[in-house]
């Protein structure tokens, strides 16, 4: 039995310009493991640890995502082991392609007692690949998971959502998407990133993983959003020249 | 030329105003499949042409019908499905795109039948671009986020129970409601949002008596609600949060991550508090104060205070 986390090596939009024509210069962006899914590595390790099993690590991508960077970084996290699941579809991968590939490349796994993933992919801030996955496999889906503990043969899952806290019980494998302060991800040391170099790792490639059919949506258009440009004027001088200056700007404006 | 059945599904937190508009924007009727409380169903009935209601257990977690609902769709293969991007909606989202074999698409802003076709707008790159994209009707799976004005009310649609198969390997062991009070941030005119230059959440009081005096909606950054939650999940801007669009934004002791700002492009005026001159929010700011929260906070409070008595323009 292992655990299974599947996570993201991605660019941050933070790092990254949007041209005139709408398309994104990542010339200055690096790609790391995607913000949220440290917690995601960690939530799952411990799961792990409470159940006496196998970190397995899964991320998926067009070729071009395996490197050494990648495999340090993510087994490093305390992975036992990593799967690179490469595929052609995933160069414009759509959430359900990513999905279908990350199934895919789970079935490699005898058996699985949890999937965990991140709150969202830094770059697509969607949080709906684990979700799709879920409905892939035809195990329950839950977002919002803020801790998981064992009981028994069970596993109970607790989640704060807009308006209530909920405990649920599990009684078979799930696919389990954290918050993203479920746990705090220690930062690897020295002796993780070594010991990271001598870990499995295993690319699955597009022959192994069969082919992927399914819908696109077809882009026809795309533009920068709309920013207001705005002039950043220091207000200048002590504390209370400045705050006399920026309430005579909000009273002109009628606000106050 | 109408697109046949546009389905919207709801769960109990009723988030669906913004969902209800870009289904209505499809031009076929509206049915609501609500996956919750008997409850909420009523609430859609004066909005929608028809309400389908799935009724689930007290112990039944609405994720459990996510199969059964799959199988519905596939099925009757409504033109487009659509629904918010919470975590619910979403798991039941991901399992009709997973048995109808396309996307689910996020962050949309509307949608219309072209040619055919459903053309929609959405954005992209953590709000930095808007796509326009065309997908075949019965493949739409839309996420709109946010609204909690679910449109003008009409004739009350007929409410119809429909069972659905659901899955036993989960069950709600547990649930308390957290008292956070509601808030639509989309129509204040006025906002103060807080992010984690505040240290402590008794400061939150000093920042509302802020809010009061201006009479704002108090908002924050995400790591102050989902995750310090000292505020409601409701109240933070942003990308996977809130989009405000008012007269005056007052950003206090938050950064001003892209993520964070795409939900307060429409301010008209942006005033930054921060310690750090470099902070990136301010210079996507009207007005910068460099300034610990601590001391500005308190000053301008006490500033508009004085300023509110002999005030001359009222406001609008
Ligand atoms: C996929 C994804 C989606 C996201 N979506 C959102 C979203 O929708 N909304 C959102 O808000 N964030 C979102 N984030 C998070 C976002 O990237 C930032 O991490 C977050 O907004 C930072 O919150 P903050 O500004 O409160 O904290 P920080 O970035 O830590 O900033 C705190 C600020 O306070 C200032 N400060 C500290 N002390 C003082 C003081 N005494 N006086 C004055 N200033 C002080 C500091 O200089 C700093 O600028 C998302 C991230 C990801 C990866």
Redesign the pocket.
Known sequence: MSVAVIFKWAY?P?DAQVRSDGTLDLSRAKAAI???DPVAIAAGRQLANDLGTDLVGLTAGPAGIDSPLMRKAALSRGLDRLFVATHSALEQANSTVTANVLAAALGREPEIAAVIAG???????AGQVPLTLAGLLDWPGLAGVSGIAVDGGALEVYRTGANRQETLRLTGPAVLAVT?NAVSPPVPGMKDILAAGKKPATVLDEAELGPVTCAQAVEVGRRPTAVPRREGRVLDGELAEAVRQAVSVIQEAGLA | MTTGQVWVIVTDDLIVGNALAVARGLGGPVTALVVGSRQTADRLAPVVSQVRHLAIDQDTPAESCAAGLADLAAAEAPAAVVGNAGATSRALLGAVAARLGGPVLHHVTSAALKDGQISLVRTVG?GLAEVAEAVDVGQAVLAVRGGSDLGEAGATAPVAELAVTSSSAVRLTSAQSINHQAVELGSAKVVVG??????AQADVAMVRDLAERLGAELA?????AEGAEWFGHDR??????QTIAPDLYLA?????????L??AHGAKLIIA????PD???MTNCDLAMV????Q?VPALTAALGGASGVSESGGK
């Open positions: 941050s933070a995607s913000e949220y709150a969202e992919s830094v770059d697509d801030a993203t | 953590g807080v992010g984690r230059g505040m240290k924050c950054s995400r790591p102050l933070y801007i942003g990308v996977s949060g206090v002791g938050l950064s001003g991550q892209v993520q964070h795409s939900g508090i921060n310690n750090d902070a990136p929010v300034a610990d929260l601590y500005a």
